[in-house]
């Protein structure tokens, strides 16, 4: 029942927010601008809309705009070479989960010396502390997935190694403010919001089920997890309903708060390990190909039924009464928005990769796995990959 609460974010949350980014307290003189290396938050005026805001704060900036969708090592590295060169002094995200998280490692390689992988605490990494205060991050989020306004932890990739590992985990982490504006998010197209949708959806699924579940993390959870329910089929079948947007995009932010008040489980290792072989292939869509062998891994079980109920009836299927019932509400969920026919052959993935890939995750998430309501295996890791194979 313990838990450790602590929120350092400053959270605008609305329609039209981001309108008012001029009206709070900036943390710096001269923001690294970071925005992704796509054309969206330009070419839909984000990125317009903002430096008009920074300039109206009198804030200077420096737009970096290579952030990959699965952001690297290498990136991490050139965006704080030019914050340093440039002399600024914080960092503003502009963008999905893939530009918070690439902002939280800048900013960390601004003040500390090294590289990025110095200080990752599994796999390959070296393990170092991180010993000096990273800059301030102010995120403004345009996607509704991966919680990263309000959590500390940022997930970055190395192609030399095939590894994508959690990094962070300390408060100065935490963007000091967060704008939530759904506005931002009604240009992304159906399946994206799905992806994102069903990402933020399994932070909270997996923090509920999780060894490190709490009252306060639960709360949060059950909340995001009927939001999802009720609000992402709507989303993803009109992206203009701004009531759907908002719903999500609340969904969203509580999960994660969820992410830091408990964990997730294994089904984030699992992903991670497919996306570190597979760089192109996207987080939420990961997950939802996994989803369904693994939540059945965890009903065939009886792991945690009570809360599989309790999931099940959060996404509107009220007289849920087995474990079961939330693999079924999940099937019936993915249907509704149009992803419960992907497939990871269509993503590159080969059959023959799934038994290194149970090992990728278990190397460099292991943490995870710990979290599981029940000990997984590697070879219970490996038949859910084969399961969800197709």
């Known amino acids: ?24 307290l900036m943390p710096g003189e001269k923001a690294l601008l970071v925005i992704s290396n796509g054309k969206s938050t ?29 952001p ?3 990136t991490v590295m050139q965006g704080a070479k030019k914050a340093r060169e440039t002399g600024c002094d914080f960092i503003v995200a502009l ?18 010396e090294g590289t990025l992988w110095d200080y990752m605490t599994e796999g390959t990494g070296k393990k170092k502390p991180i010993s000096n205060t990273p800059a301030p991050i102010v995120a403004i989020t345009t996607t509704a997935g991966t919680g990263s306004e309000v959590d ?80 992402l089929s709507r989303a993803v079948k009109d992206g203009k309903d701004m009531e759907s947007r908002e719903g999500v995009a609340f969904a969203n932010t509580l999960s994660g708060m969820v992410m830091e ?26 997950l939802i190909m996994l989803s369904e062998a693994y939540y059945q891994y965890f009903a065939d ?19 849920a009464k087995e474990a079961q019932d939330f693999v079924d509400a999940l099937r019936d969920l993915q249907k509704a928005c149009g992803v419960d026919g992907l497939k990871m052959s269509d993503f590159g993935i080969k059959e023959d990769e799934l038994e290194k890939m149970a090992e990728n995750a278990r190397e460099t998430l292991p943490i995870l796995f710990d979290c599981d309501p029940v000990r997984m295996s590697h070879e219970d890791c490996v038949e859910i990959f084969r399961k969800a194979y197709k």
């Open 152 to 231: 500390s932890v940022a997930v970055i990739s190395n192609k030399e190694t095939d590894e994508k590992m959690a990094f962070g985990g300390i408060e100065s982490l935490n963007p000091v403010l967060a704008i939530v504006d759904p506005e931002l998010m009604t240009s992304v197209p159906p399946k994206f919001t799905a992806y994102q949708g069903f990402d933020a959806l399994f932070h909270s699924t997996e923090g509920y089920i999780s060894r490190m579940n709490n009252l306060m993390g639960d709360m949060h959870a059950i909340t995001a997890i009927k939001n999802i329910g009720k609000y």
């Open 72 to 74: 690297l090592n290498t």
């Open 261 to 286: 008040l408990s964990s997730c489980t294994s089904e984030h290792s699992m992903e991670h390990a497919m996306s570190a072989y597979h760089h192109e292939l996207p987080h939420g869509a990961g």
């Open 1 to 24: 029942m313990g838990f450790e609460r602590y929120s350092p974010t400053r959270i605008v949350f609305g329609a039209g927010t981001l309108n008012k980014l001029n009206e709070q």
């Open 301 to 319: 079980r009886h792991a945690c039924d009570e809360r599989m109920i309790e999931m099940a009836r959060a996404l509107g299927k009220e007289d």
């Open 42 to 70: 330009k070419v839909n005026g984000y990125l317009d809309r903002c430096v008009k805001q920074l300039e109206k704060a009198g804030v200077e900036y420096v737009i970096f705009d290579r952030i990959e969708a699965n």
């Open 95 to 112: 963008g999905g989960g893939s530009v918070m998280d690439a902002s939280k490692a800048i900013a960390t390689m601004v003040t500390n």
